[in-house]
C-alpha cells in the first residue's frame, strides 16, 4: 500500500477575469474542508481592506481570507501566518509581488498543498507577473477561459475600458480606485489604444 503522502505542491488556477478562478478555488477549498484538513486563505491588500476578508466570487460564494499587504515584507509573512495549515490558498496573486514565486514554493516544499489563482495577463495581454512563473513552477496548473463580451468565443484577455473605451497603452498595470472598467475578450476583439 502507498504511504501517506507528504509532498508537498503548487496549484495555479488562472485565465482572464470573469472565467471563475475564484469560484474553482473556493470549490477546492471546501473539498478539503469537507475532508477535515485545515485551510488558510490569503488575499492581497488592494483597495483599503486589512485584517479580515472575504473571498468572493461573482456566484456569491465566499471563503474568510486574511488580508497581507502587496508587498515583499508581506508576502514573506505568509508561511509564518500560514503556520499549521495543509493547504495554503493565495487568490488575486497578479497583485503581490514576485516573492511569491519563492514563497508558494517555500511552502510547497515544507509540504504543503499551494492553490494560487489570479490572472496571468495584463490589459495589454502580456504575462502578469508573478502567474506567468507560478505557472512555470506549479506541478498543476489550470487556464479557464471566460466567453468574449463581443463576439462569444472563448476569452482569455482582459480589456480595460475607461469611459466605455480602450485604455492606451502607457496606462500603468495596477490601478487601484479608478474609474474603469473591464470585460473579457478573446483576441480579435481584445484592443490596446496605442496612438
Ligand atoms: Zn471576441
Redesign the pocket.
Known amino acids: 500500500m502507498r504511504a501517506i503522502r507528504e509532498n508537498g505542491w503548487v496549484e495555479v488556477i488562472s485565465g482572464s477575469m470573469f472565467s471563475g478562478k475564484t469560484e474553482e478555488l473556493l470549490r477546492r477549498l471546501r473539498r478539503a474542508e469537507i475532508a477535515g484538513q485545515e485551510v488558510v486563505a490569503f488575499t492581497p491588500a488592494v483597495d483599503d481592506r486589512y485584517g479580515q476578508a472575504e473571498l468572493g466570487s461573482h456566484a456569491g460564494h465566499t471563503w474568510e481570507a486574511t488580508v497581507v499587504d502587496n508587498t515583499a515584507e508581506g508576502v514573506r509573512s505568509i508561511p509564518d501566518r500560514a503556520d499549521g495549515a495543509s493547504v495554503v490558498a493565495i487568490d488575486e496573486a497578479n497583485f503581490f509581488p514576485e516573492e511569491l514565486v519563492a514563497v508558494a514554493n517555500e511552502l510547497a516544499t515544507a509540504g504543503r498543498r499551494v492553490i494560487v489563482s489570479g490572472t496571468d495577463q495584463t490589459y495589454r495581454g502580456e504575462p502578469f507577473e508573478p502567474l506567468g512563473q507560478l505557472m512555470a513552477t506549479a506541478e498543476y496548473v489550470d487556464k479557464l477561459r471566460a466567453i468574449?463580451?463581443?463576439?462569444?468565443?472563448p476569452?482569455t484577455r482582459n480589456q480595460r475600458l475607461v469611459d466605455g473605451e480602450p485604455a492606451h497603452v502607457d496606462e500603468p498595470t495596477i490601478v487601484v480606485g479608478a474609474e474603469e472598467s473591464y470585460e473579457a475578450?478573446?483576441?480579435?476583439?481584445?484592443e490596446v489604444r496605442t496612438d
Open positions: 468574449c463580451a463581443v463576439c462569444g468565443e476569452a475578450r478573446c483576441r480579435s476583439c481584445h
